[in-house]
């Protein structure tokens, strides 16, 4: 009775209900796209499979065993399908990751463009002479090491350092597996070991000179065709640090890798083409000259303290007087009336023969000093407005009339000018005088003069 419901339960090769499970279940596996499948194998089909031959044989010692087992197996499969399906995302992820920074930088190059546009940078190439008539372009590298040497080293360094390092393990784990010397193990290992370093070397240094080179490839496409490039200009667009780009700058330029390339004194600028080189000599000069000058004005200053308060007066005067002329000529400029400048003219003409005679009489300096204080303050502003009032579109009555005041009032001073230069020589007149009386009685007492030339010769010239 037990085997028979036992064969009522299990035998499913005859029954209908057995052949819909399996349609059943075949169609269950079909609408879920395989994915109960690895690697080709249906391991829905392969448990059912299981179970009806159990179930024809009717041995079941083994089913759940097998059905477990099965289960292991499908697991472990899935997952490896996983992790692939994880390494293809990752690898997708990383080239959309690619994709994006390419379309960041392309984005950036354009931009940068609209700026060097923006700043004025000349829209065509510029080129570098290179002797025998030949030109190439500014920028250009002549070579770029580590840009195929790089990934060269980096594969043979990787591939030695797995060969040799590998085998060096594998040979001493191997000879100390079978009882070989322990000592002989190691030298026998360590015979790998410079073939270990060098190719660590060679994988380090070529993954530096890729680094290198695709930086150096970087700064080129922003160079090229320039006159000169901004070392400022180059860090805001690659990014990278101002010392790193410095570095590798001196690296291309102390082998003579950019052609016709130079760094200026301060680092702040690579000059690429030949007339960047000049002007940069030219401003270079220039600064040169003004910091020289500048060291000579200290000089004379601090000398100017240590000296004579007659020097001091002196080179006052001469200052003030250079200062005001140099105003007067300025505002004489701008004067139409023919007239008018006449009068400035004779002003400035009058003003520096005051200022010479003061400075080669410095007692004469205080008679100046008023000038400074009181006159040429209030002559500056009328001319100032005599131009003002000259350019205005209609010239009324008003406007007349204080032109005119303006203009008498110069006549005024004028005069006043001429007649301090004439007091400032009355001075120098007196001195000139009583050095020529000076003069007289020295020649007088010597005999030179005419009188005692005449006193002479009424004596005779031999006495017997």
């Given at each position: ?18 052949g ?11 609408d ?12 829905g ?73 923006a700043?004025g ?32 080293e ?7 350092l ?41 994988l380090g ?5 890729s ?6 490839r ?87 303290k240590a ?6 007066e ?60 009181y ?9 100032k ?34 007649k ?7 001075n ?15 020649l ?21």
């Amino acid at each position: 009775m037990y085997m028979s419901n036992q064969e009522d339960r299990f035998d499913f090769s005859d029954s209908e209900n057995h052949g819909n499970q399996g349609e059943r279940y075949r169609k269950s596996s079909e609408d879920k796209n395989d994915n109960g499948k690895a690697d080709g194998i249906n391991w829905g089909d392969k448990i059912f499979s299981m179970i009806q031959e159990s179930a024809e044989s009717m041995d079941f010692a083994e089913l759940s065993h097998n059905i477990q087992k099965t289960i292991d197996v499908a697991r472990e499969e899935t997952m490896k399908q996983v992790d692939k399906a994880r390494t293809e995302a990752a690898k997708q992820i990383d080239r959309a990751k690619e994709e994006a920074a390419r379309q960041v930088d392309k984005a950036k190059e354009e931009a940068a463009k609209q700026i060097d546009k923006a700043r004025g940078y000349q829209s065509s190439q510029a080129y570098v002479n290179v002797g025998h008539g030949r030109k190439v372009i500014a920028g250009k590298l002549k070579k770029n090491p580590g840009l195929y040497s790089g990934p060269a080293e980096i594969a043979v360094g990787a591939a030695g350092l797995g060969a040799f390092g590998g085998a060096g393990i594998g040979l001493g784990a191997f000879l100390g597996a079978v009882a070989f010397p322990i000592g002989a193990a190691i030298t026998s290992a360590a015979v790998m070991i410079p073939f270990t370093i060098v190719s660590a070397f060679l994988l380090g240094r070529g993954i530096l000179n890729s680094k290198r080179a695709r930086r150096i490839r970087k700064y080129a496409s922003i160079w090229t065709g320039k006159p000169y490039v901004m070392i400022e200009d180059l860090e805001s667009r690659v990014g990278w640090d101002r010392k790193k780009i410095l570095k590798d700058i001196h690296f291309l330029t102390d082998r003579e890798l950019i052609i016709g390339a130079e760094l200026d004194e301060g680092e702040t600028c690579l000059m690429l083409t030949d007339e960047s080189k000049q002007q940069y000599a030219s401003a270079m000069a220039a600064k040169r000259q003004r910091e020289q000058e500048e060291v000579k004005a200290r000089e004379a200053e601090e000398a100017l303290k240590a000296a004579p308060f007659e020097q001091r007066e002196i080179h006052r005067i001469k200052k003030d007087g250079q200062e005001y002329l140099e105003q007067l000529a300025e505002l004489k400029k701008e004067i139409v009336s023919d007239e008018m400048r006449r009068k400035v003219e004779q002003m400035e003409t009058l003003t520096a023969r005051i200022f010479v005679c003061a400075s080669e009489h410095p007692e004469s300096i205080s008679q100046t000093d008023r000038l400074f204080k009181y006159y040429f303050p209030s002559v500056l502003k009328l001319l100032k407005v005599y131009e003002d009032v000259e350019k205005q579109p209609v010239q009324g009555e008003n406007i007349r009339k204080t032109k005119k005041e303006i203009e008498d009032s110069l006549d005024t001073m004028n005069q006043a000018l001429e007649k301090l230069f004439d007091e400032m020589f009355q001075n120098v007149a007196m001195d000139i005088s009583s050095d020529i009386q000076v003069l007289e009685v020295m020649l007088k007492q010597d005999g030179l003069t005419e009188d005692g030339i005449h006193a002479d010769q009424k004596e005779p010239m031999l006495k017997l």
